[in-house]
């Protein structure tokens, strides 16, 4: 079992970047799937989180109206789209994993069970982001 993040790299403020949270080894739709990112100095994150077989969403308020998760189950792949970047969004991003289940499960409503850094199961290497001003 293995997740891997990859699409970091180096932006201007006001631009744009795709993170992407391949699996493999298990089925990513039976999973809720949460990106955490930890900046230098500062604690870890929990940014977004998509649940499992009913789509919903969560995002961080500092996040909210500029980055959209969305998945692509054919390709076993959860995606991070990150719109309008800021500086402070420089740092490490990561994708991690809870599950399986087998009925829906909602990160919006139960983001304390299916989103916080806690309730992981698996997580994947982080990639960096780096926003420059």
């Known amino acids: 079992v293995q997740l891997q993040a990859f699409g970091g790299g180096l932006v201007q403020a006001g631009g744009s970047l795709r993170l992407s949270c391949a699996a493999s080894g298990f089925t990513l739709d039976l999973y809720a799937i949460s990106w955490f990112r930890q900046a230098p100095g500062k604690e870890r994150e929990g940014v977004s989180c998509i649940g499992s077989s009913d789509g919903s969403t969560y995002y961080a308020e500092s996040v909210k109206g500029r980055f959209t998760i969305s998945r692509d189950n054919a390709k076993n792949t959860v995606y991070l789209q990150m719109n309008s970047l800021k500086p402070e969004d420089t740092a490490v991003h990561y994708c991690?994993?809870?599950?399986?289940?087998?009925?829906?499960?909602?990160?919006?409503?139960?983001?304390?069970?299916?989103?916080?850094?806690?309730?992981?199961?698996?997580w994947g290497k982080g990639t960096l982001v780096t926003v420059s001003s």
């Open positions: 991690a994993a809870v599950g399986p289940f087998s009925a829906p499960s909602n990160c919006y409503s139960d983001y304390d069970d299916l989103g916080a850094a806690h309730a992981m199961d698996y």
